[in-house]
């Protein structure tokens, strides 16, 4: 019954992979953007702090077609690559990599500001007093106390990328193995009116992404618990 | 001079009137819009767009009485959206398997009746598609075509059928990109992030498209791209519904499909 074909593994295999990559470099990019953030109240912050949560207000396949227009070979960014010698972006894993990151980048940096606001800036300074350095101060200081916030951020990003849909759809353009990721697949299945292939991958979407946060949310609880 | 003083017994009956008069306004919509209960709910392929939308015009300007509103979506999820009892009265899909499908499982009240075909065409934002063949895609030139998936949407089965036929169907499997419908692929396309695009004819000869150039693909390379509607169970009874599948009939009709880039019965 739970027979899955070729395809099926390969926009699995792919799904992993972008949701890996764009939730790495999420953690990477977010973390000194939400260190930044919390630490000051200008209007500049303001202004960035927006800019990272408007991602959430266009709806996904508009914000496809603008990436696509943006990343394509006529777009500012994509003619700018051209130039210099690399190919553009558009119907590429590397595009939908970071149509991911800016997609998901809200769900990475609100958690981490949230960590770092309640942390404040008291624990950093004496470690630095003490003598640490700035990657001593992240590793043994920042890393550990808002270990929270770390998990969260990690976990919405890698789940908000799984269920990403519009975005890729319109800039990737469905190459099988490239760009056509789980979600894709699944409603190619639906629109084809392929139910008994979508309500199987869409079991396995749902019992997977459970388990994930059940795990990382358990985790995050015994924490917590441990801390008080 | 002594002060104006409003009782607040005066304003609390402004507000009772006030709110009085909007009830009564609200009821009296209300009325009129049971009263002219000549109403159906058209849901419709997006590939019809704009072409169904004069349809409708020109049948309104005749039944001024008729009220005609359009849904559009994919032939698939409306087909989809019908099954599970959704409020359309009438189904007009970009090919016949759906509407068929839905007469299968009992849920239409009409055989499914072909309205028009649609055609395919080769289109590019930069180079000029007139001066273009289905062979000239194997080019080197050309590094990425957008089609519409074949596994899903008619379009995208036919231009599948047409380049097999020409046999570049295998020497071409490295270029292709997939949109979910042929307005999707006509947006690809437009960017000009793919070369080229195999869109409707009906979206080529739109403004906006129509300043550069298209090849028409022959209608012979495929399997006929027939546009089928029916009435669905909900229209069973519904006025407006046969009147306006009468009218599809007319040459009014036809000849709006046509200078809107579909063929149509002479």
Same mark, same amino acid.
């Given at each position: 019954?739970?027979?899955?074909?070729?395809?099926?593994?390969?926009?699995?295999?792919?799904?992993?992979?972008?949701?890996?990559?764009?939730?790495?470099?999420?953690?990477?990019?977010?973390? &000194? $953007?939400?260190?930044?953030?919390?630490?000051?109240?200008?209007?500049?912050?303001?202004?960035?702090?927006?800019?990272?949560?408007? &991602?959430?207000?266009? &709806?996904?396949?508009?914000?496809? !077609?603008?990436?696509?227009?943006?990343?394509?070979?006529?777009?500012?960014?994509?003619?700018?690559?051209?130039?210099?010698?690399?190919?553009?972006?558009?119907?590429?894993?590397?595009?939908?990599?970071?149509?991911?990151?800016?997609?998901?980048?809200?769900?990475?940096?609100?958690?981490?500001?949230?960590?770092?606001?309640?942390?404040?800036?008291?624990?950093?300074?004496?470690?630095?007093?003490?003598?640490?350095?700035?990657?001593?101060?992240?590793?043994?200081?920042?890393?550990?106390?808002?270990?929270?916030?770390?998990?969260?951020?990690?976990?919405?990003? !890698?789940?908000?990328?799984?269920?990403?849909?519009?975005?890729?759809?319109? $800039?990737?353009?469905?190459? &099988?193995?490239?760009?056509?990721?789980?979600?894709?697949?699944?409603?190619?299945?639906?629109?084809?009116?392929?139910?008994?292939?979508?309500?199987?991958?869409?079991?396995?979407?749902?019992? !997977?992404? !459970?388990?994930?946060?059940?795990?990382?949310?358990?985790?995050?609880?015994?924490?917590?618990?441990?801390?008080? | 001079?002594?002060?104006?003083?409003?009782?607040?017994?005066?304003?609390?009956?402004?507000?009772?009137?006030?709110?009085?008069?909007?009830?009564?306004?609200?009821?009296?919509?209300?009325?009129?819009?049971?009263?002219?209960?000549?109403?159906?709910?058209?849901?419709?392929?997006?590939?019809?767009?704009?072409?169904?939308?004069?349809?409708?015009?020109?049948?309104?300007?005749?039944?001024?009485?008729?009220?005609?509103?359009?849904?559009?979506?994919?032939?698939?999820?409306?087909?989809?959206?019908?099954?599970?009892?959704?409020?359309?009265?009438?189904?007009?899909?970009?090919?016949?398997?759906?509407?068929?499908?839905?007469?299968?499982?009992?849920?239409?009240?009409?055989?499914?009746?072909?309205?028009?075909?649609?055609?395919?065409?080769?289109?590019?934002?930069?180079?000029?598609?007139? +001066?273009?063949?289905?062979?000239?895609?194997?080019? +080197?030139?050309?590094?990425?075509?957008?089609?519409?998936?074949?596994?899903?949407?008619?379009?995208?089965?036919?231009?599948?059928?047409?380049?097999?036929?020409? +046999?570049?169907?295998?020497?071409?499997?490295?270029?292709?990109?997939?949109?979910?419908?042929?307005?999707?692929?006509?947006?690809?396309?437009?960017?000009?992030?793919?070369?080229?695009?195999?869109?409707?004819?009906?979206?080529?000869?739109?403004?906006?498209?129509?300043?550069?150039?298209?090849?028409?693909?022959?209608?012979?390379?495929?399997?006929?791209?027939?546009? +089928?509607?029916?009435?669905?169970?909900?229209?069973?009874?519904?006025?407006?519904?046969?009147?306006?599948?009468?009218?599809?009939?007319?040459?009014?009709?036809?000849?709006?499909?046509?200078?809107?880039?579909?063929?149509?019965?002479?």
């Amino acid at each position: 019954m739970f027979e899955l074909g070729a395809a099926d593994w390969q926009a699995i295999q792919l799904t992993l992979r972008l949701c890996f990559l764009t939730t790495l470099i999420l953690l990477i990019i977010a973390t &000194p $953007l939400a260190w930044w953030l919390a630490s000051g109240r200008s209007a500049l912050r303001v202004v960035v702090q927006t800019i990272v949560a408007l &991602p959430l207000v266009l &709806p996904p396949t508009v914000l496809g !077609f603008y990436l696509l227009v943006a990343l394509g070979p006529r777009g500012p960014i994509g003619a700018t690559l051209e130039s210099m010698g690399f190919s553009h972006l558009a119907f590429s894993f590397e595009g939908i990599l970071l149509a991911s990151v800016l997609y998901s980048m809200p769900f990475a940096v609100q958690p981490l500001l949230e960590a770092f606001n309640n942390l404040g800036r008291r624990p950093v300074e004496v470690a630095s007093t003490l003598g640490a350095g700035v990657i001593d101060r992240f590793f043994t200081v920042i890393l550990p106390m808002c270990r929270g916030g770390f998990i969260v951020a990690a976990t919405l990003s !890698f789940a908000h990328t799984v269920g990403e849909f519009g975005v890729i759809l319109m $800039l990737g353009g469905s190459i &099988p193995g490239e760009t056509k990721v789980l979600s894709v697949l699944i409603y190619d299945h639906t629109e084809a009116m392929n139910y008994a292939s979508a309500h199987r991958l869409s079991l396995l979407l749902l019992v !997977f992404s !459970f388990l994930v946060l059940f795990v990382v949310y358990s985790m995050n609880r015994r924490f917590q618990v441990a801390r008080v | 001079m002594k002060p104006r003083v409003v009782k607040p017994q005066v304003i609390k009956s402004g507000i009772t009137k006030a709110v009085r008069l909007i009830a009564l306004a609200m009821l009296a919509g209300l009325f009129a819009s049971v009263s002219s209960a000549q109403q159906m709910t058209l849901a419709a392929a997006s590939s019809l767009r704009p072409a169904l939308d004069y349809v409708v015009e020109a049948y309104q300007d005749i039944h001024t009485d008729h009220q005609v509103s359009v849904i559009y979506g994919s032939s698939g999820r409306l087909t989809a959206q019908i099954i599970n009892d959704a409020p359309f009265d009438f189904f007009m899909s970009a090919d016949m398997a759906y509407p068929q499908r839905l007469v299968d499982e009992g849920y239409a009240a009409s055989e499914p009746r072909v309205y028009a075909w649609g055609r395919l065409v080769l289109w590019s934002a930069d180079l000029d598609a007139s +001066g273009l063949t289905l062979r000239d895609l194997v080019d +080197g030139a050309i590094e990425r075509i957008a089609i519409a998936q074949p596994e899903i949407a008619p379009y995208g089965q036919r231009t599948r059928e047409a380049m097999q036929a020409t +046999g570049i169907w295998s020497q071409v499997q490295h270029k292709l990109v997939f949109g979910e419908n042929i307005s999707q692929v006509t947006q690809m396309a437009q960017s000009g992030a793919a070369d080229v695009g195999l869109i409707a004819l009906s979206l080529a000869v739109q403004p906006g498209l129509a300043s550069t150039g298209f090849y028409l693909i022959d209608a012979a390379l495929h399997e006929p791209l027939e546009q +089928g509607f029916v009435i669905t169970r909900r229209g069973a009874d519904n006025d407006v519904a046969k009147a306006f599948s009468r009218f599809l009939a007319t040459p009014a009709a036809r000849a709006i499909f046509r200078d809107n880039g579909f063929d149509v019965d002479d």
